[in-house]
């Protein structure tokens, strides 16, 4: 099992699915969706509006990658921070259910972004930390899962991962 934590655009990834930071709505926005959306051209929105009306916190939807990369998009919804302890569970939430649409479609490689720490204002450090416990908890009972790579687009977010993940122990870092 392997987690890497790298800096630099998630749309250029070449894992096999790339997560997005999406809305409930599914409705595209700015900071990595966007982005996303820019790179993978329009079908990926056809995609969702076709399959999905609308997406719960804490959880995630599938579509392909367009002219991505990426074979597909998993599109995980974390929450809009609150400061309460419901937003680690929903959070926690995203990213293990976009770990489930992987084992379900054989995705054996993923990159995330630092889902919830822009627009919806989770702190880093505390977001961090969840993201890569609940990755962790996951690849330890889902080997089929090969590698989970957290693409961080800023230097302090970067760093910030690379010390949760020496927090948690046991993990390669680049
Ligand atoms: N590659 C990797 N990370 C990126 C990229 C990129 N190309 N672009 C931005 N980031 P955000 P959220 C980082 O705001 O907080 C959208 O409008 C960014 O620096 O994209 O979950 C959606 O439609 C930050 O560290 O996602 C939703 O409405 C991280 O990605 C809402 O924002 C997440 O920032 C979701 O907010």
Do not use: W
């Amino acid at each position: 099992m392997a987690i890497e934590i790298v800096k630099g655009d998630i749309t250029f990834e070449q894992t096999e699915a790339i997560a997005n930071a999406a809305n409930s709505r599914l409705a595209g926005g700015g900071g990595v969706d966007g982005a996303i959306h820019r790179a993978g051209g329009p079908a990926i929105m056809q995609e969702l509006k076709k399959k999905y009306d609308t997406c719960l916190t804490g959880h995630a939807v599938i579509t392909g990658g367009g002219k991505l990369k990426a074979k597909y998009v998993i599109h995980a919804v974390g929450p809009v921070y609150s400061g309460k302890s419901k937003d680690a569970e929903l959070l926690a939430g995203a990213y293990r259910t976009s770990l489930e649409l992987c084992t379900q479609h054989q995705i054996s490689s993923v990159s995330f972004p630092s889902i919830s720490t822009g627009a919806y204002g989770y702190p880093v450090r505390e977001a961090a930390r969840v993201a890569v416990r609940t990755v962790r908890e996951y690849l330890n009972t889902h080997p089929e899962i090969k590698l989970v790579r957290f693409v961080l687009f800023d230097e302090e977010t970067f760093k910030t991962y690379q010390e949760a993940l020496a927090f948690n122990g046991n993990a390669q870092s680049l």
